[in-house]
């Protein structure tokens, strides 16, 4: 059975950091095309950073690049998503997923959302 679970959000002050990590079992990170998602209340889903299964290739949205960082450790399956100088506006639910296709999102190349395996998030809640 496969699975990827988030842990890492929390609550947050503006400007402060935090790391997400995102488990997979039933699937190995570097034979799939990992990112990460968020959204908000009463907004869309956005794809935020993504990482290629050779992971020697990062897409970011404009909005987080710079601020941003992806990254996976192949030895614990796990992938992370490093993020500082973070902002009130990047509230969300942030959800993992792994997909062996790609489409486009807010022109960030993500996982296909209709094959992706889908954590079930992780609260991050940005304080002003």
């Known amino acids: 059975q496969v699975q990827v679970v988030e842990s890492g959000g929390d609550l947050v002050q503006a400007g402060g950091s935090l790391r997400l990590s995102c488990i997979a079992s039933?699937?190995?990170?570097?034979?799939?095309?990992m990112g990460w998602f968020r959204r908000a209340p009463g907004k869309e889903r956005e794809g935020v950073a993504c990482i290629h299964e050779s992971g020697r290739r990062f897409y970011y949205a404009d909005s987080v690049d710079g601020r941003f960082t992806i990254s996976r450790d192949d030895d614990k399956n796990t992938l992370y998503l490093q993020m500082d100088s973070l902002k009130p506006e990047e509230t969300a639910m942030y959800y993992c997923a792994a997909s062996r296709w790609t489409e486009y999102y807010n022109g960030v190349r993500c996982p296909e959302s209709s094959t992706a395996y889908w954590g079930q998030g992780t609260q991050v809640t940005v304080s002003s």
């Open positions: 039933g699937l190995r990170v570097d034979e799939y095309y």
